[in-house]
């Protein structure tokens, strides 16, 4: 199936922010899963945390893709096309 996404020239290899979200480090809040950014290396937290800084980042920033940044996931949701997809 073709990937619905029309973003996947923007992903890039990215270098993750931080080893937690970011916003979250800073403010000593807690976070449920993480986020990173695939356009520019950001690390944010997912909807289920209460900051929900993944989301927040893409309303600043309109960067369009992230990807799951925990272990042993590695899907990506875009927030623009609102498409999950891996890439092989
Ligand atoms: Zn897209
Ligand atoms: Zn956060
Ligand atoms: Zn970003």
């Known amino acids: 199936m073709p990937i619905a996404c029309t973003h996947l020239d923007q992903i890039k290899e990215v270098k993750p922010s931080a080893k937690g979200c970011e916003e979250c480090l800073k403010t ?14 950001h690390v944010g937290c997912c909807d289920s945390s209460k900051n929900k800084h993944a989301t927040k980042h893409f309303h600043a920033t309109k ?12 899907w990506f949701w875009c927030y623009v096309d609102e498409v999950m997809f891996e890439l092989g």
């Not at 893709?65 to 590695?74: I, K, L």
């Open 28 to 41: 000593g809040d807690t976070w449920v899963h993480l986020r990173l950014c695939r356009i520019c290396g």
């Open 63 to 74: 960067h369009p893709v992230m990807q799951s940044f925990e272990p042993g996931e590695d």
